[in-house]
């Protein structure tokens, strides 16, 4: 009983912090209809960055919003290549993980993974420092990665309410529209990519105070994780009309976790562990185009056969 309450422990605090990453991803994969391969620089940046500041003694939560604003600069840079250079939006986001790759490793000094052992994080100072005497660590962990994500999911929805929210949403869907209203869509699509990967960055940061490390290959595969949280949390959850999207894609991620620990537990190797990610969101994929085309047939008017 005690191994299986582990597992769960586990699935939830990487859960909720991927669900983060995959809340930034939703907004830039569904929202707007932008393959952001920039994910994939913007995470270990947010851990890099944390790492930098909380060694030279910058308050953790400080750094956690340090590192949302570079991870938000860089969305800002993939936004700008493509809006106002034209740059296709998958080179675009290629351009700027490739050339975050040293800009993590000039932040890190050169190191690949720069610790921070015994210093202060967000799970041992602070708010998390109260519950020390309440909780065990584990829970103290789960609680706080908990609380992170439900406020990034807030704020984010009340955001998507506002009038820069709905036509952020509209230039997603109808660029046309958001130009007729005298706003430029690509400034909308700057700003959405901003947000995303800052979300990615936040997760980062997260992670490494829980792991008290930070690695520059951190963000290999992170990118097929959020999409894949985001496909599987919006298609299980597809007819529940109350619930929002950004909750389905954190659930979503909790599942991708889920699925990842449940396979190391049957005696996986790590070595496939890439491989797994790249199966489930294969299945995420056809899954999803599946439902896509089931919905398509079920709108056509008879009329037009």
Known sequence: MDIILGLVVNVLEEGFIYGIMAIGVYITYRVLG????????????????????????IDP???????????????????????????????????????????NLVITKGSAVMPFYDKSTIFNSGFSGALASVLPENYRVVVIVAVSCIIVKLLLDSYLKTKSGLLLRASGDNAQYVTSLGRNPGA????????????TALAGSILS?????????????????????????TNLFRKFRF??????????????KA??????QLG????????????IFTVALISNNMFMGRGKKQNVN???I
Request: glycine share 12%.
């Open 268 to 279: 996986l190797p790590t070595n496939y562990l890439k491989l797994l990610m790249a199966v």
């Open 259 to 264: 699925c990842l620990v449940i396979a190391m």
């Open 61 to 103: 939560w400080l750094a956690c919003l340090i590192a949302f604003v570079c991870g938000a600069a860089a969305g800002c840079l993939t936004g700008f290549l493509h809006v106002k250079l034209g740059i296709t939006d998958l080179l675009s986001g290629i351009l700027v993980m490739t050339g975050l790759w040293s800009v």
């Open 34 to 57: 932008f393959p952001d391969l920039s994910v994939d620089g913007t995470f270990p940046l947010g851990a890099c960055v944390t790492a930098a500041l909380i060694t030279v003694g």
């Open 209 to 233: 105070q829980q792991t008290e490390s930070a690695s520059v290959a951190s963000g290999t595969g992170m990118v097929v994780m959020a999409l894949a949280s985001v496909i599987i949390g």
């Open 302 to 304: 008879p009329t037009q």
């Open 188 to 199: 909308m699509k700057i700003i959405g990519l901003a947000i995303g990967n800052g979300c």
């Open 243 to 256: 619930m929002k999207a950004t909750t389905a894609a954190v659930i979503g991620a909790i599942i991708y």
